[in-house]
DNA sequence: TCATTTTTTTC
DNA sequence: AAAAAAATG
């Protein structure tokens, strides 16, 4: 039980948001007065990459002024996380701190240091569970086991109650506080902005845009990169603008009302209940960024191809499915779903070069990389995670364009050199009759590249090279 | 015999 | 998931 103190802090990290926030929820109700802390972390904690890094600085610039509408100011710091903590504490007489839970071990690790210097000075220390609709040791198999299959997961996780989403705080307006002004936006942040309603507002807006327009044709329409009926929630819960419980509770209210939509309801949540099973990885597991959820993967002999690698990241691989979706994410700071799954079975599988080159040019990429997320789908996609597409699951991306982009609208948008192939062609330019080609002005290896790697060897030395684990 | 559909195989 | 092999008509 919290008793009442004069000032507390709240630290806010991966729940940017005022409404089903309990740690600001519960500092509000037991301290007169509250200020809010984020802190751009060095240290052990997996800093945001460049692309996140951005949207960080509008969500904590939402934030504030948000805050500031309860009363509350938001101040933020940058270095090793306790050195800025006891400064905040020094500074406001702070007899109280509250955080919600993080979850990957570096995480764990400075918050347990944390947490326990302050009990020690006589500082209040409360922690809740905010981010994820279940934590990672409140699940377990029947053995009393970490879930390593996905669909028993999810079916137990559907019979769990999944907490209420709480009010926002109250509070009487302050002046806002103004953000630090350290962080230089790089000129390629521009282009990123028109895509994106950054902050806890957009949010919701959001989620509300997708239940209402979207949502109904979500089962068979998420796998076409070229509609947009996926959620595009994914930036925004990265850094907890809106939690998984709301968007449960949203999406399973939508149900009640619509029975007709239960079975996109059901769909979308299982998506969304991906990442909770990527957090009880991340917590059951060893480093999920670096080592291989299945230890046998460790032995696979990568490929050291830094050209392959370099064509892969700026879109010159020579598979238009490939280069779209590698473009769409240099453009936009997301990419498609499905197209993540191919543009990764090309890199880890197709190339053979390791997964964490990809994951990690993904972190500094996405707007939404997470923790959790990028390295467990990578994992996924790689062989190497728990529940993870199989060692003969390599996507062909010239029958997965033919297949999910059948007209090429979304190779056209974002490889426009080749727009004018016909469509029977326009994701396998390489086989095109040279006639055809020539009509559309396209000139392999000058106007767009030849494939850097063929299909059938690759995809050979691919099963080989899991064989031989 | 050939084209199409179905089944099997692939660490 | 894709490719190869087998079955079908």
Redesign the pocket.
């Known amino acids: 039980m919290t008793t009442r103190t004069a000032a507390a802090i709240v630290w806010l990290r991966n729940d940017l948001r005022l409404a089903d926030n309990p740690a600001l929820l519960a500092a509000v109700k037991s301290a007169d007065s509250v200020t809010a802390l984020y802190i751009h972390e060095t240290g052990p904690v997996r800093a945001p990459g460049a692309a996140a890094r951005w949207w960080l600085h509008h969500s904590l610039a939402d934030l504030g002024n948000a805050l500031a509408e309860r009363g509350i100011p938001l101040v933020t710091a940058s270095g090793d996380a306790p050195q800025c903590l006891a400064d905040a504490i020094a500074s406001t007489g702070a007899s109280a701190v509250f955080w919600n839970r993080r979850y990957a071990p570096q995480e764990r690790a400075v918050d347990a240091g944390i947490k326990d210097w302050l009990k020690r000075d006589g500082v209040q220390v409360v922690s809740f569970a905010a981010n994820v609709l279940i934590e990672p040791w409140d699940i377990a198999t029947g053995q009393g086991k970490p879930y390593s299959v996905f669909t028993p997961f999810w079916r137990a996780l559907k019979q769990r109650d999944i907490p209420t989403p709480l009010p926002r705080p109250e509070g009487d307006r302050i002046a806002p506080t103004a953000i630090a002004a350290d962080y230089q936006q790089p000129a390629w942040a521009s282009k990123l902005a028109p895509y994106w309603r950054i902050g806890e507002s957009g949010a919701r807006e959001a989620l509300a845009d997708f239940l209402d327009e979207r949502l109904e044709d979500y089962k068979l329409g998420r796998d076409f990169p070229a509609a947009t009926v996926t959620s595009r929630l994914s930036p925004h819960l990265r850094f907890g603008e809106i939690s998984p419980r709301q968007v449960w509770h949203a999406a399973m209210a939508l149900a009640q009302r619509e029975p007709g939509l239960a079975e996109a309801v059901d769909k979308f949540l299982s998506e969304l209940s991906w990442r909770d099973f990527n957090y009880h990885q991340l917590y059951h597991r060893d480093d999920i960024s670096t080592v291989p959820m299945q230890a046998?993967y460790a032995g696979i002999k990568w490929r050291h191809a830094p050209d392959d690698l370099k064509a892969w990241q700026t879109g010159q691989t020579g598979f238009p499915i490939v280069d779209a979706g590698m473009r769409e994410l240099w453009e936009t700071g997301t990419m498609h779903n499905r197209v993540r799954m191919l543009v990764a079975s090309l890199l880890a599988k197709n190339l053979l070069i390791d997964w964490r080159l990809g994951e990690h040019w993904f972190w500094d990429c996405l707007l939404d990389a997470d923790v959790a997320s990028n390295p467990g789908n990578w994992q996924w996609v790689a062989?190497s995670g728990l529940d993870a597409?199989?060692?003969?699951?390599?996507?062909?991306p010239v029958?997965?364009g033919e297949?999910f982009d059948a007209s090429g609208d979304y190779v056209r948008q974002w490889v426009p050199e080749i727009a004018d192939l016909p469509d029977k062609w326009v994701h396998q330019p390489f086989a095109a009759p040279a006639e055809v080609l020539r009509q559309a002005n396209v000139v392999l290896g000058e106007t767009y590249p030849v494939p850097i790697v063929d299909?059938?060897t690759s995809?050979e030395r691919a099963?080989a090279a899991?064989?031989?684990?």
């Open positions: 046998k062989g597409s199989p060692y003969f699951r390599i996507f062909n029958v997965q297949r299909l059938k995809r099963l899991a064989k031989a684990l």
